[in-house]
RNA sequence: CGGGGCGUGGCUCAGUCCGGUAGAGCGCUGCGUUCGGGUCGCAGAGGUCCCCGGUUCGAAUCCGGGCGCCCCGACCA
């Protein structure tokens, strides 16, 4: 990577350029420790803003913060059969404590089921105690064999939501309810519209009944699974006797719910509006949504300081996260490059013309096809119009990427090899008729890479159902959407 | 775990074939200069050449062994 001026360009090598920006933006930096990463200021500021925002909608909704701890009996990992046989390759292990061996080895938790619901079955004896809506904020270790910054790696930071109810019905509407809260939260902060959907039986959470999972498009056309939310039935409750006492008296299994979202949303948002300049940042994302570069010039740079002083102050006051970059050894426009490298939204240049003129230069980190880069407006309008032209960005890049997702979509079809024809003339997400049969699943993979993410919830839907399976000889039974995935 | 590649200043790498006392660009420090799209000049700091052993008068370079990392495949939020 080196520290060549400019980065690998998008059409060349989309990995090469994802790795670069996400180093050279100074969001995160590979640790000594094989696959693990330091998240530096730049990035981690990023995740406290989707941490906030989703926060206060878990909340909203009637959900708590509590915290579980990081080790894990082995027995309790082992106790829902197809729960450790998912995670047991990618566990990590404390075999060690105390300068003794330990009698019962502990796990790193790969995720909380197993230690969440054997305590809720210590706190709920009736359906008065239900439901228990809890979330927690944590990190979790799965032994990944190939790691990449943000997208996969062996210790990330995610959220972790635990539910236990009385009925079926209840557990299964709030599954429903936090995929739909993912995805308004992905459109609305994110800028980064996914479809959502159910996932095929060899897709979902290992001890879930179902899996719901929203899945974006990222600019190279693969898909992201960007959040998940299971149904786990009473698989779990059976196994840890978590049992209530019902209205008519008698002893049931609570029902539960998992869900989550992680840091892998920053590589999906790097992902999703990032372009070969560096970052774009949607403004309710970005730690600086505003950088002042004063035009440092001889005798008037008192004044000129001064004045981004004051611009700083009333920006601040709009509400708007703004910063003066001041530094004396770079010159300006080393600092726009570093900058739009690192997404800011928008950047106010002040310099002695403009005192003079009382405006400020405004540059937007994305312009339009044929309009200037630079516009100039008078101090005050420019100031006030900010907080509204951040929200003018924030839409435009969600527009933009919903174009992106449609455009890269291809319905209706209905055979292998216009599957293979979509794929290889650049399909995003494509929509097939599927009998149902696992065994299509294995063979498109094995050859064309793809797998099914989801079978799409209603509105995502084409108008007619397809007939067909996609393989041709037997009947749909319902519609999927295919995609190369990360 | 299979297949490929690589370990040399902070970073990217040249030097290795053909052994002779270690280089470039970028970055960093200081001073000056410049400042509206990656300023320029001068001076400077910084390296157990991944590790262990062998061959040799002499090893970054040749030989043997080890370790680590990256990329491609099988697993995954």
């Not at 640790?31 to 909608?57: C, K, N, T």
């Not at 064999?145 to 972790?160: A, K, N, P, V, Y």
């Not at 709009?318 to 530094?327: E, L, S, Y």
């Not at 726009?336 to 800011?344: A, T």
């Amino acid at each position: 990577m080196g520290n060549d001026k400019k980065l690998t360009l998008q059409s060349e090598d989309f990995s090469a350029w994802y790795n670069e920006v996400v180093q050279r933006a100074e969001l995160a930096d590979h640790s000594p420790v094989r696959g693990s990463m330091v998240i530096r200021p730049w990035g981690y500021g990023i995740w406290e803003h989707m941490q906030s925002a989703l926060d206060v909608m878990f909340k909203e909704t009637g959900h708590e913060n509590a915290y579980f701890p990081l080790l894990i009996p082995m027995s309790f990992i082992e106790r829902e059969k197809e729960h450790i046989e998912g995670f047991a390759p990618e566990l990590a292990v404390v075999t060690r404590a105390g300068g003794k061996e330990l009698e019962e080895p502990y796990v790193i938790r790969p995720t909380s089921e197993t230690i969440v619901y054997s305590m809720y079955a210590k706190w709920v004896q009736s359906y008065r105690d239900l439901p228990v809506l809890l979330n927690q904020w944590a990190n979790v270790i799965r032994w990944e064999m190939r790691t990449r910054l943000f997208l996969r790696t062996s210790e990330f930071l995610w959220q972790e939501g635990h539910t236990a109810h009385a009925t079926a019905e209840e557990a299964e509407e709030e599954t429903l309810l936090i995929l739909e809260l993912y995805r308004k939260f992905m459109d609305e902060w994110l800028a980064m519209p996914p479809i959502t959907g159910l996932k095929t039986d060899s897709e979902k959470f290992a001890g879930a009944v179902s899996s719901y999972s929203c899945e974006a498009l990222m600019k190279d056309r693969k898909a992201l699974q960007t959040g998940t939310s299971h149904f786990l039935g009473q698989n779990f409750s059976k196994q840890f006797e978590l049992t209530f006492q019902s209205e008519n008296g008698k002893e049931e299994y609570a029902w539960n719910t998992s869900w989550g979202v992680s840091t892998r949303l920053v590589g999906g948002v790097v992902m999703t509006h990032g372009d070969d300049n560096g970052l774009v940042i949607p403004p309710r994302l970005a730690p600086t949504q505003v950088v002042i570069i004063p035009i440092l010039a001889g005798e008037e740079t008192s004044e000129v300081l001064a004045k981004a002083d004051e611009v700083l102050d009333q920006l601040k006051n709009t509400g708007v996260r703004a910063r003066i970059d001041n530094r004396d050894h770079l010159s300006p426009g080393a600092k726009y490059f570093e900058w739009e490298r690192k997404g800011v939204p928008f950047r106010v240049e002040i310099g002695p013309r403009d005192l003079e003129k009382g405006q400020l230069a405004l540059v937007r980190r994305l312009t339009a096809e044929g309009e200037s880069r630079r516009a100039f407006v008078p101090e005050a309008e420019a100031i006030a119009k900010l907080p509204e032209k951040l929200e003018e960005f924030q839409d435009d890049l969600l527009e933009a990427a919903r174009v992106r997702r449609e455009d890269s979509t291809v319905r209706g079809v209905g055979s292998l090899g216009e599957l293979e024809e979509a794929f290889d003339s650049g399909a995003g997400f494509v929509y097939t008729g599927w009998s149902g049969d696992p065994a299509i699943e294995e063979m498109v993979k094995e050859r064309l890479k793809a797998t099914i993410r989801v079978l799409p919830s209603q509105e995502f839907r084409s108008v007619t159902a397809p007939s067909r399976c996609v393989s041709g000889d037997r009947e749909s039974v319902a519609e999927v959407v295919w995609a190369r995935a990360y």
